[in-house]
């Protein structure tokens, strides 16, 4: 369960003073599926770094379950992220020199998986994700779809359980965002939390929740 109270997150840039969130307040339980939606700098992205332990806020508190996230910081803080986040970017975040297997690998070799382990796992998200056959490949010499695929399976190869996804589908035609929510939808099935930023309403609409932040603040939430 994720539950945010009065969060407020101030930027200071060459001595001026911007506040990002001005007291954002939401609750989210184990196994929702949410969209996030606001015009570009209403705060909806900062809002989910500082869920996913990337950013800090300003004031606030932020509880993980039992877990005072806004209280962490140096290893405890990295232990959270490691254990409880992944994120999939709308740029993919691959590294280039690296093939789509050792993409997803990385995650695992960061928690120290043995390597029979790590076999088993990345081979069972890159047939959920459908690019099994891709492995040997570098992300250039794949489409978009099938990075943010990837992207995906090395997300979901640390079985943590809240998946943040910050425009996921931006830089996807519509036929690749399609079957991108339709593996959203698939893993929020099997119980992971998905929280997705977006700007395109169709895909809000795939989520089971829409909250809507505005200058720094929920205005709307369907709940």
Same mark, same amino acid.
């Given at each position: ?20 969130? +001005?007291?954002?307040? &939401?609750? $989210?339980?184990? /196994?929702?599926?949410? #969209?996030?939606? !606001? *015009?570009?700098?209403?705060? +909806?992205?900062?809002? &989910?770094? $500082?869920?996913? /332990?990337?950013?800090? #806020?300003?004031? !606030? *508190? ?162």
């Amino acid at each position: 369960m994720i539950q945010c109270d009065t969060i407020m997150k101030n930027y200071n840039v060459g001595g001026v003073e911007t506040r990002a969130l +001005k007291g954002v307040t &939401l609750r $989210i339980e184990d /196994g929702e599926f949410v #969209a996030v939606m !606001g *015009t570009s700098g209403s705060g +909806k992205s900062t809002l &989910l770094n $500082i869920i996913g /332990g990337m950013d800090t #806020a300003t004031s !606030g *508190t932020y509880f993980y379950d039992d877990c005072e996230v806004t209280a962490l910081s140096g290893v405890p803080l990295h232990l959270f992220r490691k254990d409880k986040i992944s994120f999939v970017f709308q740029n993919f975040a691959l590294i280039k020199q690296y093939t789509v297997w050792e993409n997803v690998e990385i995650p695992l070799l960061a928690r120290r998986i043995g390597a029979k382990e790590r076999k088993k796992r990345i081979a069972e998200a890159l047939y959920k994700v459908g690019i099994y056959e891709q492995k040997d490949k570098l992300p250039i010499h794949i489409s978009g779809g099938q990075q943010q695929r990837c992207a995906i399976a090395r997300a979901i190869v640390s079985k943590t359980p809240v998946i943040l996804a910050d425009e996921p589908t931006g830089a996807l035609d519509a036929k690749n965002t399609d079957e991108i929510m339709d593996l959203f939808e698939s893993i929020n099935r099997e119980g992971t939390t998905i929280m997705v930023v977006t700007h395109d309403l169709s895909v809000a609409q795939r989520c089971g929740r829409i909250i809507r932040i505005e200058d720094g603040l929920v205005a709307e939430d369907s709940i």
